[in-house]
T-cell receptor, first 116, second 113 residues
């Protein structure tokens, strides 16, 4: 039962253009969402997050959009740079009630390749 | 430098042997986690611990065991009961202020022959 899905295994974009990575979830209890970035042979690093009380959060070149009715979130990278080439994971958690303790559910990941 | 260390980076074991993966953090984080990553799949939570001497099963705890005797250490034992132990194992930690923002170690790739 895949509660968080990233249906695009890979994405290829040109340097300077926009990268859009998508993520869908099925569990309506999820109320906090994160994106992590992972380079080969390294652990993931936190990129950006959004609470379900918002529909957008921006941090420099990275913006996350949340559509609760569609149970969909997306990560926009503008402009894309070759150094952004990595695997991107979306993750979700249930924080209501204060008992999550960081129990994250991850998607399968999307490999982003940014060409110079 | 603060961070999370996992050792070794690569580990080979014979089928039927137990093996323990090390995870140490000097970030003074309360919570620690173990995840498993398989090709084409996301990270799946094995065990997590919010405080010393306490831990909970994650989504795929069968065949694994952990201990949390010290705040900075959270070793994972892959037992012979784990049917498919070959995988990439990641340890993470987070502070009590924000459990969701987790800091990951570099991982250990375990291959069972």
């Amino acid at each position: 039962d895949q509660q968080v899905k990233q249906n695009s295994p890979s994405l290829s974009v040109q340097e300077g253009r926009i990268s859009i990575l998508n993520c869908d979830y099925t569990n309506s209890m999820f109320d906090y969402f994160l994106w992590y970035k992972k380079y080969p042979a390294e652990g993931p690093t936190f990129l950006i997050s959004i609470s379900s009380i918002k529909d957008k959060n921006e941090d420099g070149r990275f913006t996350v959009f949340l559509n609760k009715s569609a149970k969909h979130l997306s990560l926009h990278i503008v402009p894309s740079q070759p150094g952004d080439s990595a695997v991107y994971f979306c993750a979700a958690s249930v924080n209501a009630g204060g008992t999550s303790y960081g129990k994250l559910t991850f998607g399968q990941g999307t490999i982003l390749t940014v060409h110079p | 430098d603060g961070g999370i260390t996992q050792s070794p980076k690569y580990l080979f074991r014979k089928e039927g042997q137990n093996v323990t993966l090390s995870c140490e953090q000097n970030l003074n984080h309360d919570a620690m986690y173990w995840y498993r990553q398989d090709p084409g799949q996301g990270l799946r939570l094995i065990y997590y611990s919010q405080i010393v001497n306490d831990f909970q099963k994650g989504d795929i705890a069968e065949g694994y065991s952990v201990s949390r005797e010290k705040k900075e250490s959270f070793p994972l034992t892959v037992t012979s009961a784990q049917k498919n132990p070959t995988a990439f194992y990641l340890c993470a930690s987070s502070s009590g202020r924000d459990y969701n923002e987790q800091f990951f170690g570099p991982g250990t790739r375990l291959t069972v022959l």
